[in-house]
């Protein structure tokens, strides 16, 4: 772990991370605010995480998304210290986008795109919602990043932007839909607005290790027990 800490691939993979999550969170909630309808919301954000993700994949794996570094993390392929800079610098990075479109809003917008439950809803259905929306988009990420399947064609950070777009084509009448927790952090930190804000962490990220174990221990067989990934993991951070 302390020889991770000091490579520069590290800090590269943790400053792709703050720089795409500062372009998603800034591209998506602009579209929001903009009085565009839900289906041009859902494509800005999806189309963002699909540019974004073949932009930067290579560096960091472009999580953008603090319930897919967990869920990353669950399946042992990353390590502990890397899950948690990297939630770190998705969490300022949405911060500093969602100031700059404040900065930047039209005078009569003073939304900014905070996640909030519909009225017609409780926290508790909110939380339903959450969860499987971010289960879906989780589950499509270990799926189309799985090195061990040989199946798979077309375009991974596609799939993954339209998994992201499908969960908000679902839920944002319903929830906003966070499906991401620093997404919805930085818009409620500059406005001040946290009603029901704990839906918008704990279902996301529950969502994202749930996905990670049935994917793991149900969906995908594989000769590599567990066990053994989790010790290879340990000793590449180790070397």
Known sequence: MPQEFRTGSFWRAVFAEFVGMTLFVFLGIVTAISGQDQEAVALAFGLAIA?????????????????????????????????????????????????????????????????????????????????????????????????????????????????????????????????????????AVVMKEFDNHWVYWIAPMLGGVASALVYDFLLQPHSEPYSSRLRSLRGRAEA
């Open 51 to 187: 540019t974004l993700a073949q932009s930067l994949g290579h560096i960091s794996g472009a999580h953008l998304n603090p319930a897919v570094t967990l869920g990353m993390l669950v399946s042992c392929q990353i390590s502990a210290i890397k899950a948690a800079f990297f939630v770190l610098a998705q969490m300022l990075g949405a911060v500093l986008a969602s100031g700059i479109v404040y900065g930047i809003r039209l005078e009569n917008s003073n939304a900014l795109g905070v996640n909030k439950i519909n009225n017609g809803l409780t926290a508790a259905q909110g939380f339903g919602i959450e969860f499987l929306a971010t289960f879906q988009l989780v589950l499509c990420v270990l799926a189309t990043t799985d090195s061990r399947r040989k199946d798979v064609t077309g375009s991974a950070p596609l799939a993954i932007g339209l998994s992201v777009a499908l969960g908000h084509l679902a839920a944002i009448s319903y929830t906003g839909c966070g499906i991401n927790p620093a997404r919805s952090f930085g818009p």
